[in-house]
């Protein structure tokens, strides 16, 4: 998301310590500890996707336990999922200042300890705090860099990469449907969030294995470029690219950093001179030295991150382009609302024995698994448009949602379950679409707000559903009203100008170039 084509483990024409020696391309990129980033990632989703998406059972248990509405309980899982999503764009900041790799070890145990308070919980209310906000923030900074990562260690063969290391949703979705539904059986719901949550700080091993790319220079030096460093440059070219539109300056971000890097000489003269004081004197002459160069560290990073999203204001003016941002506020909901009520609606219609041999939300995982990899190996097909394999994916997706409700046997329920799954593979072609809609140069901010749209998307979706039945006393009317506002996102699209030929992406890279 935040990684463009020339971050990959060449040099951007900085003035680093490197200079004018040339970069030979890492032996790492596209082989060796590459896989062992896509294995990571692919934990990542299993661990954080997997679970959100099993939520519909600690969604059961806590209807039981609080006895709240249904509207106010579904709260909790989509907080999760929302803000794990939305928190997308702002999580840039950690990365730019502290790199992929500490970003992900905090998130990992933020997410822990989420689950783990989670577990002595006395109300649904303490439950947004603690499961929704903690443990989402905490799912977000670690699910970014993941994908980020995978972007970087690998160029030649990125969209194989990703669709890999995304798998890992399916299999999670499966796998922790199974634990948690096991775990809440056996041990209880406290016990099994409890549980869950020490198996979360396995996030802190993944994020560790998302070690710094190193640079070969050709004088057999080697330069350290760590994920903050890559993650300054991709997006530093998107500032250098509004300025040269005129529409913000770069030199009063210069002369901040003068201003700053005079803080620091000062300091450390102070600190030179004051050897022959006391000790005392020294250790607070280190603090302020140390202070200074975290602020100067914060305020690079924030700048560079400003600087990347107020560029993207751009975009708004592709009105395709926002178009697919309604779409998403639409979409990815009619996507998440049947993972959480999906286990209460079985039990409603008397299925529950079925659903325990193979939950239906199980069958969504699996061919979501199989959706994924073949939609993207149809929409590679040079005869074949990335945006109408895109286009009839959705309308399949909403026409499952609007049926739904008039399925109430469970192997109807599970044939239509089953093209939910394989119809939302749609997933893996929103980056391709993106770049075909707003170039190489604006992919990383365009896709990051498309994030944010899906986690708005995520987080309204549920309790709306569960506000829904509260009314009405049914689940139909929250699949209907979702399906029609989903259908009115695809419309957004279709009226919009579309894409009719699946441009080769490096030639739009190049022709934003010229």
Request: glycine share 8%.
């Given at each position: ?362 069958i969504i995982a699996i061919v979501h698994i199989f959706g994924k990899v073949i939609l993207g190996i149809i929409s590679d097909l040079p005869c074949i448009s990335t945006w109408n394999v895109f286009l009839m994916a959705n309308f399949t997706l909403v026409t499952c949602i609007l049926t739904l409700p008039l399925m109430q046997t469970y192997v109807t329920l599970a044939v239509v379950c089953a093209l939910i799954g394989f119809s939302s593979g749609y997933f893996s072609l929103m980056p391709v679409v993106t770049e075909d809609l707003v170039g190489t140069k604006h992919l990383a901010n365009a896709y990051g707000i498309i994030i944010c749209a899906n986690g708005i998307s995520a987080l309204l979706g549920p309790p709306f559903a569960g506000w829904i039945y509260d009314m009405t006393h049914k689940y139909d009317f929250s699949f209907y009203i979702s399906g029609l506002l989903y259908m009115v996102g695809i419309i957004f699209l279709l009226i919009q100008p579309c894409i009719q030929k699946k ?12």
């Amino acid at each position: 998301m935040y990684a463009s084509r020339e971050d990959i483990g060449y040099d951007f024409g900085d003035d680093s310590k490197a200079g004018s020696k040339p970069i030979k391309p890492n032996p790492n990129i596209d082989g060796g500890w590459a896989w062992m980033i896509v294995l990571s990632s692919f934990l990542v989703h299993i661990l954080i996707m997997g679970s959100q998406m099993a939520l519909g059972i600690l969604n059961m248990e806590w209807l039981e336990e609080f006895n709240q509405s249904r509207g106010l309980t579904a709260w909790v899982s989509s907080l999760s999922m929302g803000i794990t999503l939305i928190v997308g764009p702002f999580i840039g900041l950690f990365i730019s200042m502290c790199g992929c790799r500490k970003t992900a070890i905090i998130g990992g145990i933020l997410n822990a300890l989420g689950w783990i308070l989670s577990a002595y919980a006395s109300n649904v209310h303490y439950l947004f705090l603690t499961f929704g906000v903690t443990a989402g923030v905490g799912s977000g900074m670690v699910y970014l860099p993941a994908v980020v990562m995978v972007g970087q260690y690998f160029q030649k063969r990125r969209a194989l990469a990703q669709g890999l290391s995304t798998t890992g949703t399916g299999f999670g979705a499966f796998l922790m449907t199974a634990l948690l539904k096991y775990l809440c059986t056996e041990f209880g719901w406290r016990n099994a969030m409890f549980i869950q949550g020490a198996i979360s700080l396995n996030l802190c091993v993944c994020g560790a294995l998302m070690r710094p790319l190193f640079h070969v220079v050709s004088e057999k030096h080697v330069v350290r470029s760590n994920s903050e460093d890559n993650q300054a440059k991709a997006l530093s070219h998107s500032a250098e690219t509004i300025k040269s539109n005129g529409i913000i300056s770069e030199e009063p971000e210069k002369k901040e950093e003068e201003t700053n890097e005079e803080v620091l000489d000062s300091v450390q003269h102070i600190e030179i001179g004051g050897k022959s004081r006391s000790g005392r004197s020294m250790y607070g002459l280190r603090i302020l030295k140390t202070v200074s160069q975290l602020t100067v560290t914060v305020r690079k990073g924030f700048a560079i991150w400003y600087s990347s999203y107020f560029g993207a204001a751009s975009l708004f003016t592709n009105r395709v382009f926002v178009a697919f941002i309604i779409w998403a506020l639409f979409a990815y909901s009619s996507f998440v609302i049947p993972f959480i009520h999906l286990p209460e609606i079985v039990k409603q219609y008397n299925l529950s024995n079925q659903n325990n041999i193979f939950p239906l939300t199980s069958i969504i995982a699996i061919v979501h698994i199989f959706g994924k990899v073949i939609l993207g190996i149809i929409s590679d097909l040079p005869c074949i448009s990335t945006w109408n394999v895109f286009l009839m994916a959705n309308f399949t997706l909403v026409t499952c949602i609007l049926t739904l409700p008039l399925m109430q046997t469970y192997v109807t329920l599970a044939v239509v379950c089953a093209l939910i799954g394989f119809s939302s593979g749609y997933f893996s072609l929103m980056p391709v679409v993106t770049e075909d809609l707003v170039g190489t140069k604006h992919l990383a901010n365009a896709y990051g707000i498309i994030i944010c749209a899906n986690g708005i998307s995520a987080l309204l979706g549920p309790p709306f559903a569960g506000w829904i039945y509260d009314m009405t006393h049914k689940y139909d009317f929250s699949f209907y009203i979702s399906g029609l506002l989903y259908m009115v996102g695809i419309i957004f699209l279709l009226i919009q100008p579309c894409i009719q030929k699946k441009q080769p992406r490096e030639k739009s890279s190049e022709e934003a170039q010229v």
